[in-house]
């Protein structure tokens, strides 16, 4: 669709990051889950154009996200042990941050870092009062259930380039002809 200069595309991408996104909020919904917002968002980070791409980028996202819950248990730890210490969140995420993006970029999951800081940001400093390592838990069991939505909006998919498309209509006109 076009309006003016500009172009609207409604493509099966599109229509897959919705279902996935549905099919997520509709599990959280009907198992009373609570907030499918980090599920939600790791359905569309990790859903791409084909099977092999969202199963990779799958990977790095689970990674990523178990590498940052971990780091977020940590620093609950720490943050538990010190009774709050203000000077722990000062210091402590920045350091830890630091040494998350070190570890992700030495075990090669470039692709993952920002995932694996943004988990490690968001479960740190959010989690609820009254709640500790088990929230860590359940928002990375959330990312996977994510990713797997999107997988599953991607099984029997696979990359289909320009090229492939000119050949397979070309094809299917030679047969039509008499």
């Not at 569309?44 to 969202?54: H, K, N, Q």
């Not at 088990?134 to 999107?150: H, K, M």
């Amino acid at each position: 669709m076009e309006i003016g200069s500009l172009h609207f595309r409604f493509g099966l991408r599109t229509l897959k990051t919705g279902l996935a996104v549905l099919l997520v909020t509709a599990g959280f919904a009907l198992v009373h889950r609570g907030n499918p917002m980090i599920a939600s968002l790791a359905a569309v980070f990790a859903l791409r154009s084909d099977f092999e791409t969202t199963l990779h980028f799958g990977k790095s996202r689970v990674l990523a996200n178990f590498l940052g819950g971990a780091f977020a248990v940590g620093y609950i730890w720490i943050r538990n042990y010190t009774h709050n210490a203000e000077l722990v969140q000062v210091i402590g995420v920045p350091l830890l941050l630091m040494v998350l993006i070190i570890l992700n970029d030495g075990i090669n999951n470039n692709s993952g870092i920002i995932g694996s800081t943004a988990a490690f940001l968001m479960i740190s400093l959010t989690v609820p009062a009254g709640e500790s390592y088990f929230y860590a838990v359940e928002r990375v069991f959330d990312t996977f259930l994510g990713v797997a939505a999107a997988v599953l909006m991607n099984i029997g998919t696979s990359p289909i380039s320009p090229s492939e498309v000119a050949k397979e209509i070309e094809q299917h006109e030679t047969k039509q002809q008499p």
